[in-house]
Protein backbone atom coordinates (compact mmCIF):
# COMPACT_ATOMS: atom_id res chain seq x y z
CA UNK A 1 0.00 0.00 0.00
CA UNK A 2 1.39 3.46 -0.90
CA UNK A 3 1.56 5.82 1.64
CA UNK A 4 0.95 9.48 1.18
CA UNK A 5 1.90 12.46 3.51
CA UNK A 6 -1.59 12.67 4.68
CA UNK A 7 -1.31 9.14 5.59
CA UNK A 8 1.93 9.46 7.50
CA UNK A 9 0.07 12.13 9.13
CA UNK A 10 -3.08 10.45 10.26
CA UNK A 11 -0.83 7.89 11.60
CA UNK A 12 0.52 10.36 13.80
CA UNK A 13 -2.58 11.49 14.61
CA UNK A 14 -3.76 8.60 15.55
CA UNK A 15 -1.60 7.95 18.46
CA UNK A 16 -2.80 11.26 20.17
CA UNK A 17 -6.75 9.80 19.17
CA UNK A 18 -6.32 6.76 21.04
CA UNK A 19 -7.38 8.02 24.53
CA UNK A 20 -10.16 9.57 22.93
CA UNK A 21 -10.91 6.16 21.21
CA UNK A 22 -10.91 4.10 24.73
CA UNK A 23 -13.30 6.51 26.21
CA UNK A 24 -15.89 6.08 23.19
CA UNK A 25 -15.65 2.52 23.36
CA UNK A 26 -15.89 2.49 26.82
CA UNK A 27 -18.84 4.79 26.85
CA UNK A 28 -20.29 2.06 23.52
CA UNK A 29 -20.14 -0.69 26.33
CA UNK A 30 -22.12 1.26 28.85
CA UNK A 31 -24.68 1.70 26.87
CA UNK A 32 -25.17 -1.49 25.16
CA UNK A 33 -23.75 -4.11 27.91
CA UNK A 34 -21.52 -6.91 27.00
CA UNK A 35 -21.86 -9.21 23.78
CA UNK A 36 -19.05 -11.11 23.61
CA UNK A 37 -17.66 -11.23 19.88
CA UNK A 38 -19.60 -8.76 18.60
CA UNK A 39 -18.68 -5.45 18.11
CA UNK A 40 -19.61 -2.40 20.51
CA UNK A 41 -21.41 -0.41 17.90
CA UNK A 42 -23.23 -1.94 14.69
CA UNK A 43 -23.19 -5.42 15.78
CA UNK A 44 -25.93 -7.09 14.00
CA UNK A 45 -25.07 -7.16 9.89
CA UNK A 46 -24.55 -9.79 6.63
CA UNK A 47 -21.74 -9.79 5.39
CA UNK A 48 -21.49 -10.15 1.47
CA UNK A 49 -19.52 -10.30 -1.89
CA UNK A 50 -19.37 -9.15 -5.62
CA UNK A 51 -17.50 -7.00 -8.12
CA UNK A 52 -16.67 -3.22 -8.60
CA UNK A 53 -15.87 -1.71 -12.10
CA UNK A 54 -14.84 1.98 -12.35
CA UNK A 55 -16.31 4.76 -14.72
CA UNK A 56 -13.77 6.33 -16.94
CA UNK A 57 -14.80 9.76 -15.13
CA UNK A 58 -13.29 8.20 -11.92
CA UNK A 59 -10.23 7.61 -13.52
CA UNK A 60 -10.24 10.97 -14.64
CA UNK A 61 -10.25 12.30 -10.87
CA UNK A 62 -7.96 9.96 -9.26
CA UNK A 63 -5.35 7.61 -10.09
CA UNK A 64 -5.90 5.17 -7.82
CA UNK A 65 -5.71 1.61 -8.97
CA UNK A 66 -9.50 1.23 -7.61
CA UNK A 67 -10.52 3.16 -10.34
CA UNK A 68 -8.69 1.72 -13.57
CA UNK A 69 -11.61 0.37 -14.92
CA UNK A 70 -10.98 -3.81 -14.50
CA UNK A 71 -13.07 -5.51 -12.03
CA UNK A 72 -12.15 -5.28 -8.51
CA UNK A 73 -13.46 -7.88 -5.98
CA UNK A 74 -15.21 -6.45 -2.67
CA UNK A 75 -16.85 -7.56 0.51
CA UNK A 76 -19.42 -5.57 2.13
CA UNK A 77 -21.51 -5.50 5.43
CA UNK A 78 -24.67 -4.25 6.10
CA UNK A 79 -25.45 -3.53 9.35
CA UNK A 80 -28.15 -2.06 11.99
CA UNK A 81 -26.79 0.62 14.23
CA UNK A 82 -26.21 0.41 18.09
CA UNK A 83 -24.66 -2.88 20.17
CA UNK A 84 -27.47 -5.22 20.50
CA UNK A 85 -26.83 -8.28 18.33
CA UNK A 86 -30.46 -9.26 18.36
CA UNK A 87 -31.90 -5.42 17.66
CA UNK A 88 -35.22 -5.44 15.34
CA UNK A 89 -33.99 -4.64 11.73
CA UNK A 90 -37.10 -2.17 11.68
CA UNK A 91 -36.43 -0.50 15.23
CA UNK A 92 -37.80 3.33 15.38
CA UNK A 93 -34.73 5.78 13.86
CA UNK A 94 -31.65 2.97 13.70
CA UNK A 95 -29.55 3.88 11.45
CA UNK A 96 -28.34 1.40 9.00
CA UNK A 97 -24.76 1.25 7.64
CA UNK A 98 -22.82 -0.51 4.52
CA UNK A 99 -18.93 -1.01 4.55
CA UNK A 100 -17.00 -1.85 1.49
CA UNK A 101 -13.25 -3.46 1.43
CA UNK A 102 -12.00 -3.20 -1.86
CA UNK A 103 -9.38 -6.15 -2.64
CA UNK A 104 -6.59 -4.68 -5.14
CA UNK A 105 -4.04 -6.67 -7.00
CA UNK A 106 -1.33 -7.43 -4.80
CA UNK A 107 -2.91 -7.24 -1.79
CA UNK A 108 -3.77 -3.97 -1.01
CA UNK A 109 -7.25 -2.75 0.41
CA UNK A 110 -9.20 0.34 0.40
CA UNK A 111 -11.82 0.71 2.95
CA UNK A 112 -15.29 3.00 2.79
CA UNK A 113 -17.79 2.92 5.82
CA UNK A 114 -21.05 4.62 5.15
CA UNK A 115 -23.78 5.86 6.75
CA UNK A 116 -27.82 5.90 5.83
CA UNK A 117 -28.18 9.32 7.31
CA UNK A 118 -27.13 12.79 5.31
CA UNK A 119 -24.75 14.26 8.14
CA UNK A 120 -22.83 13.39 11.13
CA UNK A 121 -24.58 14.20 14.44
CA UNK A 122 -21.07 15.85 15.56
CA UNK A 123 -18.09 17.81 13.77
CA UNK A 124 -15.67 16.39 16.14
CA UNK A 125 -14.33 12.74 18.03
CA UNK A 126 -14.75 14.87 21.40
CA UNK A 127 -18.14 15.81 20.24
CA UNK A 128 -19.49 12.70 19.32
CA UNK A 129 -17.82 11.35 22.91
CA UNK A 130 -19.98 14.38 24.38
CA UNK A 131 -23.30 12.46 22.86
CA UNK A 132 -22.55 9.38 23.34
CA UNK A 133 -22.22 10.11 27.23
CA UNK A 134 -25.71 12.02 27.37
CA UNK A 135 -26.90 9.01 25.61
CA UNK A 136 -25.57 7.03 28.25
CA UNK A 137 -27.26 8.95 31.07
CA UNK A 138 -30.08 8.89 29.73
CA UNK A 139 -32.28 5.36 29.66
CA UNK A 140 -35.41 4.88 29.21
CA UNK A 141 -37.18 5.43 32.55
CA UNK A 142 -34.70 8.83 32.96
CA UNK A 143 -37.09 12.14 34.20
CA UNK A 144 -37.87 14.46 31.43
CA UNK A 145 -35.85 16.37 30.06
CA UNK A 146 -33.04 14.05 29.70
CA UNK A 147 -29.17 14.31 29.58
CA UNK A 148 -29.83 13.96 25.92
CA UNK A 149 -32.58 15.79 25.21
CA UNK A 150 -30.45 18.96 26.70
CA UNK A 151 -27.68 18.17 24.79
CA UNK A 152 -29.57 17.90 22.05
CA UNK A 153 -31.02 21.03 22.09
CA UNK A 154 -27.62 22.69 22.71
CA UNK A 155 -26.49 20.88 19.24
CA UNK A 156 -28.92 21.15 16.63
CA UNK A 157 -26.95 18.82 14.28
CA UNK A 158 -27.74 15.77 16.45
CA UNK A 159 -31.53 15.61 15.83
CA UNK A 160 -31.19 17.27 11.92
CA UNK A 161 -28.70 13.54 11.58
CA UNK A 162 -30.53 10.99 13.43
CA UNK A 163 -34.02 12.59 11.85
CA UNK A 164 -32.45 11.62 8.40
CA UNK A 165 -32.57 8.15 9.14
CA UNK A 166 -35.31 6.29 7.53
CA UNK A 167 -36.51 2.13 7.73
CA UNK A 168 -35.69 0.48 4.37
CA UNK A 169 -37.72 -2.52 2.97
CA UNK A 170 -33.79 -3.70 2.05
CA UNK A 171 -30.36 -3.33 2.42
CA UNK A 172 -30.67 -3.14 -1.15
CA UNK A 173 -32.99 0.19 -1.38
CA UNK A 174 -31.06 1.94 1.12
CA UNK A 175 -28.50 4.91 0.02
CA UNK A 176 -25.49 5.17 1.99
CA UNK A 177 -23.04 8.26 2.72
CA UNK A 178 -19.35 8.46 3.50
CA UNK A 179 -20.22 11.56 4.97
CA UNK A 180 -16.19 12.44 5.87
CA UNK A 181 -14.25 14.14 2.82
CA UNK A 182 -11.92 12.83 1.00
CA UNK A 183 -8.93 13.99 -1.61
CA UNK A 184 -9.02 12.64 -4.95
CA UNK A 185 -5.89 13.11 -6.81
CA UNK A 186 -5.36 12.65 -10.93
CA UNK A 187 -2.73 11.52 -12.93
CA UNK A 188 -1.44 15.40 -13.36
CA UNK A 189 -1.35 15.93 -9.06
CA UNK A 190 -4.66 17.97 -9.41
CA UNK A 191 -6.50 17.35 -6.09
CA UNK A 192 -10.42 17.63 -5.44
CA UNK A 193 -12.38 17.55 -2.46
CA UNK A 194 -15.24 14.38 -2.26
CA UNK A 195 -18.11 12.87 0.15
CA UNK A 196 -19.12 9.29 -1.41
CA UNK A 197 -22.93 8.10 -1.56
CA UNK A 198 -23.63 5.09 -2.68
CA UNK A 199 -26.90 5.27 -4.48
CA UNK A 200 -29.30 1.98 -4.82
CA UNK A 201 -31.55 1.62 -7.78
CA UNK A 202 -34.33 2.54 -6.00
CA UNK A 203 -34.84 3.87 -2.80
CA UNK A 204 -37.70 2.13 -0.28
CA UNK A 205 -38.81 3.16 2.98
CA UNK A 206 -41.45 1.63 5.05
CA UNK A 207 -43.74 4.16 7.53
CA UNK A 208 -43.26 3.73 11.06
CA UNK A 209 -46.36 1.33 11.68
CA UNK A 210 -45.19 -1.51 8.83
CA UNK A 211 -41.72 -1.31 10.26
CA UNK A 212 -42.82 -2.65 13.29
CA UNK A 213 -45.01 -5.40 11.51
CA UNK A 214 -41.93 -6.73 10.51
CA UNK A 215 -40.03 -10.01 11.75
CA UNK A 216 -37.20 -9.22 13.68
CA UNK A 217 -34.76 -10.18 10.93
CA UNK A 218 -36.52 -9.08 8.46
CA UNK A 219 -33.44 -7.08 6.36
CA UNK A 220 -30.94 -9.68 7.27
CA UNK A 221 -33.24 -12.39 5.50
CA UNK A 222 -33.93 -10.56 2.17
CA UNK A 223 -30.35 -9.64 1.17
CA UNK A 224 -29.80 -13.99 0.10
CA UNK A 225 -32.93 -14.46 -0.73
CA UNK A 226 -32.56 -11.22 -3.15
CA UNK A 227 -29.41 -12.39 -4.40
CA UNK A 228 -30.93 -15.56 -5.03
CA UNK A 229 -32.88 -14.05 -7.65
CA UNK A 230 -30.51 -11.69 -8.66
CA UNK A 231 -27.48 -9.30 -8.05
CA UNK A 232 -27.84 -6.11 -6.22
CA UNK A 233 -26.79 -3.15 -7.88
CA UNK A 234 -25.49 0.00 -6.79
CA UNK A 235 -23.84 3.38 -8.18
CA UNK A 236 -20.33 4.81 -6.35
CA UNK A 237 -20.98 8.45 -6.38
CA UNK A 238 -19.31 11.28 -5.45
CA UNK A 239 -20.13 14.77 -4.35
CA UNK A 240 -17.74 17.23 -5.82
CA UNK A 241 -16.74 20.29 -3.48
CA UNK A 242 -16.93 23.66 -4.17
CA UNK A 243 -14.86 26.16 -3.75
CA UNK A 244 -15.25 27.59 0.50
CA UNK A 245 -16.83 24.18 1.00
CA UNK A 246 -16.08 23.06 4.56
CA UNK A 247 -14.52 20.05 4.70
CA UNK A 248 -13.73 19.68 8.04
CA UNK A 249 -17.11 19.36 9.28
CA UNK A 250 -18.94 16.25 8.64
CA UNK A 251 -21.86 17.73 10.85
CA UNK A 252 -22.90 19.72 8.24
CA UNK A 253 -23.71 19.32 4.72
CA UNK A 254 -22.68 20.54 1.04
CA UNK A 255 -24.91 22.80 -1.16
CA UNK A 256 -27.16 20.37 -2.67
CA UNK A 257 -26.20 21.59 -5.98
CA UNK A 258 -22.81 20.61 -6.00
CA UNK A 259 -21.85 17.96 -8.53
CA UNK A 260 -22.47 14.61 -8.26
CA UNK A 261 -20.49 12.11 -10.55
CA UNK A 262 -20.94 8.20 -11.22
CA UNK A 263 -17.71 6.60 -10.21
CA UNK A 264 -18.14 2.84 -11.31
CA UNK A 265 -20.90 -0.07 -10.76
CA UNK A 266 -20.76 -2.27 -7.57
CA UNK A 267 -22.48 -5.45 -8.12
CA UNK A 268 -23.14 -8.06 -4.87
CA UNK A 269 -23.49 -11.27 -5.68
CA UNK A 270 -23.50 -13.46 -2.95
CA UNK A 271 -24.07 -13.66 0.83
CA UNK A 272 -21.16 -15.31 2.44
CA UNK A 273 -22.39 -18.99 3.74
CA UNK A 274 -20.54 -18.39 7.30
CA UNK A 275 -21.21 -14.63 6.96
CA UNK A 276 -22.12 -14.11 11.37
CA UNK A 277 -18.50 -15.82 12.00
CA UNK A 278 -16.60 -13.66 9.40
CA UNK A 279 -17.54 -10.21 10.18
CA UNK A 280 -16.54 -11.05 13.55
CA UNK A 281 -12.71 -11.01 11.83
CA UNK A 282 -13.74 -8.21 9.82
CA UNK A 283 -12.16 -4.61 10.35
CA UNK A 284 -12.73 -1.86 8.29
CA UNK A 285 -10.76 1.38 8.71
CA UNK A 286 -11.85 4.20 7.13
CA UNK A 287 -7.86 5.39 6.83
CA UNK A 288 -6.93 2.60 4.98
CA UNK A 289 -6.18 4.09 1.49
CA UNK A 290 -4.18 4.15 -1.66
CA UNK A 291 -1.93 6.49 -3.59
CA UNK A 292 -5.07 8.59 -5.54
CA UNK A 293 -7.17 8.86 -2.37
CA UNK A 294 -5.81 11.08 0.45
CA UNK A 295 -7.58 12.02 3.60
CA UNK A 296 -8.57 16.08 3.84
CA UNK A 297 -8.41 17.69 6.76
CA UNK A 298 -11.67 16.32 8.40
CA UNK A 299 -10.04 14.43 11.01
CA UNK A 300 -13.14 11.88 12.13
CA UNK A 301 -11.88 9.28 9.34
CA UNK A 302 -8.70 9.18 11.69
CA UNK A 303 -10.56 8.91 14.73
CA UNK A 304 -13.15 6.55 13.29
CA UNK A 305 -10.14 4.37 12.52
CA UNK A 306 -8.65 4.77 16.19
CA UNK A 307 -11.88 3.74 17.66
CA UNK A 308 -12.51 0.64 15.65
CA UNK A 309 -9.48 -0.15 16.12
CA UNK A 310 -9.66 -0.47 20.06
CA UNK A 311 -13.08 -2.16 19.97
CA UNK A 312 -11.53 -4.69 17.38
CA UNK A 313 -9.09 -5.72 19.76
CA UNK A 314 -11.33 -6.28 22.80
CA UNK A 315 -14.17 -8.22 21.08
CA UNK A 316 -11.38 -10.52 20.18
CA UNK A 317 -9.95 -11.24 23.32
Excluded at 65 to 94: E, L
Aim: include cysteine.
Amino acid sequence: MSHTSAETSAAASGADYASLASEIVDIFYKIYGTHPGFRVNHAKGIVAEGCFVATPTAAALSRAAIFDGSPIPFTVRFSNDGGFPAIPDGAPGNIKGMAVKFHLPGGAEVDIVMLAITTFPMATGEGFRDLLFAISESPEDAPKPTRFDDFAARHPTVLASFNSAGTPDSFAHEEYRGLNAFIFVDKAGRRQAVRYIMKPEERVYLTADEAARQPCDFLIDDMPQRLAIKPVVFHFTAQLAGPGDDTRDPSQPWPAGRRVVDLGVLTVHRVLADSREIQKDLLFLPTNLIDGIELSDDAMPVIRSAVYGVAFARRSR
